[in-house]
């Protein structure tokens, strides 16, 4: 198991999105949620590497040149 508090986890974003499908309400906020955490879960705590998401995430949404700086600044913003 592999954990830094300071890393920007994608568990963390699954946390918040479950959070607010209460507030919000809906399967549209807690189904990704879910999957996130799970995602989070594999790869930290079972060893998954790279974890399942990571792969699309590299594939699809990182040649995006918005999502390599949006990458950019929660990376710098929480010191990983």
């Known amino acids: 198991m592999s954990f830094n508090p ?3 986890h994608h568990g963390y974003l699954g946390l918040v999105l ?3 499908s209460f507030l919000w309400g809906g ?21 998954c590497d790279p974890s399942p998401i990571h792969v699309l995430y ?10 390599q700086k949006l990458n ?4 710098d913003l929480f010191g990983a």
């Open 58 to 67: 590299v594939k699809y949404l990182w040649p995006i040149p918005f999502v």
């Open 18 to 20: 479950i959070a607010l």
């Open 6 to 8: 300071r890393e920007w």
């Open 27 to 47: 399967a549209w906020l807690w189904v990704p949620g879910a999957i996130l955490m799970i995602d989070d879960v594999a790869q930290h705590f079972f060893g």
């Open 72 to 75: 950019r600044w929660v990376d």
